[in-house]
Nanobody, 118 residues
Framework: QVQLVESGGGLVQAGGSLRLFCAASGSRFSFIKMGWYRQAPGKQRELVATITMGGSTNYDDSVKGRFAISRDNAKNTVYLQMNSLKPDDTAVYYC????????????WGQGTQVTVSS
């Protein structure tokens, strides 16, 4: 059974940094695409960043230049380095996997809370 487990969230002041981790288990192969979503209170879940197995990345405009997604295929782990954090970045962050690169996010983690104080 595939599991995605996030860690690294927490409370940080505006302008600070956090690094999120997502470890995938239960799959015999690496997922074609992995990504991070977030959901703030009262808002819809939104895509933050994605990365393919080959290392191609994509970011939402709101985080470009501040966040960096990376992955270690050998460890089936994906990371999200978040710098220059803003209060608007406060949300629950979810790791997700799109096994075949078809924009079908079949697997999700339980989420990790990121809170940015002003």
């Amino acid at each position: 059974q595939v599991q995605l487990v996030e860690s690294g969230g927490g409370l940080v002041q505006a302008g600070g940094s956090l690094r999120l981790f997502c470890a995938a288990s239960g799959s015999r192969f690496s997922f074609i695409k992995m990504g991070w979503y977030r959901q703030a209170p009262g808002k819809q879940r939104e895509l933050v960043a994605t990365i393919t197995m080959g290392g191609s990345t994509n970011y939402d405009d709101s985080v470009k230049g501040r966040f960096a997604i990376s992955r270690d295929n050998a460890k089936n782990t994906v990371y999200l380095q978040m710098n220059s954090l803003k209060p608007d970045d406060t949300a629950v962050y979810y790791c997700a996997a799109d096994p075949w690169g078809r924009a079908e996010w079949n697997y999700w983690g339980q989420g990790t809370q990121v809170t940015v104080s002003s």
